[in-house]
């Protein structure tokens, strides 16, 4: 996966535009070239390789409300989570309802994960109706 800044326009507040930057993750096989653009400036970083981690999730259900996915040692998760490996998290979150947290690594990383794994292996439209 590999991160990246998309330049876009957004509506100001009071009127008007203003340029923003949207972040997402995206695979090697969603990356291409654009024709007629010279990337060779682009600065990249290559970091060194991580010790291997194992991601830890927790899911909260509040009495009331929906249930949310944090990941473990999230300040917002109360004393009720229950810890959750990286399958059972992202089947937690594919539930209606479920919703991961922004405050913490859940929404940034399991999120594309999950939204990737919707559409990776959808069929293309044929044009058949």
């Not at 509040?62 to 949310?68: K, L, M, N, T």
């Not at 929404?107 to 439209?125: F, N, Y």
Request: glycine share 10%; charged share 20%; aromatic share 4%.
């Amino acid at each position: 996966m590999y991160r990246i800044g998309v330049p876009l326009w957004q509506t100001a507040v009071g009127g008007g535009v203003e340029p923003v930057e949207y972040g997402t993750w995206v695979t090697s096989d969603e990356l291409r070239p654009i024709a007629g653009i010279d990337l060779s400036a682009v600065p990249t970083t290559r970091r060194p390789a991580p010790e291997p981690t194992r991601w830890a999730w927790v899911l909260e259900r509040p009495p009331r409300g929906p249930a949310i996915l944090h990941s473990d040692g999230c300040p917002r998760a109360t004393g009720r989570a229950r810890p959750l490996d990286t399958e059972a998290a992202l089947d937690a979150l594919a539930v209606p309802g479920t919703t991961a947290c922004a405050a913490c690594d859940a929404s940034e990383v399991l999120v594309p994960i999950l939204h990737h794994g919707q559409t990776a292996h959808r069929p293309l439209d044929s044009g058949e109706s």
